[in-house]
Nanobody
Framework: QVQLVESGGGLVQPGGSLRLSCAAS????????MSWYRQAPGKQRELVAT???????NYVDSVKGRFTISRDNAKKLVYLQMNSLKPEDTAVYYC?????????WGQGTQVTVSS
């Protein structure tokens, strides 16, 4: 059974930092592309960042230079380091594992950026 479990969300002031983690089980982690998505209230879910099995990374323009995605294949973990957070980064953040046409999702973790 595949499980993705996110952690690290919370309330942070504008300009602050958070690091999200996603622990994977039930998959051969190293061959899967791992992504972070987010969904703000009333908005569609959007792709934030991806790190491929070959360690290539991609980011949505709005987070470039502020967020960093990384992975630890030995520990089956993927991270999202978020710096210089803005109120518009407030959303539920979801971990995603993708391999060809197969996808798995975590339950999400809330990130709120507010003073």
């Amino acid at each position: 059974q595949v499980q993705l479990v996110e952690s690290g969300g919370g309330l942070v002031q504008p300009g602050g930092s958070l690091r999200l983690s996603c622990a994977a089980s039930g998959i051969i982690f190293s061959i899967w592309d791992m992504s972070w998505y987010r969904q703000a209230p009333g908005k569609q879910r959007e792709l934030v960042a991806t790190i491929t099995s070959k360690l290539n990374t991609n980011y949505v323009d709005s987070v470039k230079g502020r967020f960093t995605i990384s992975r630890d294949n030995a520990k089956k973990l993927v991270y999202l380091q978020m710096n210089s957070l803005k109120p518009e980064d407030t959303a539920v953040y979801y971990c995603n594992a993708g391999y060809y046409d197969r996808n798995h999702w975590g339950q999400g973790t809330q990130v709120t950026v507010s003073s």
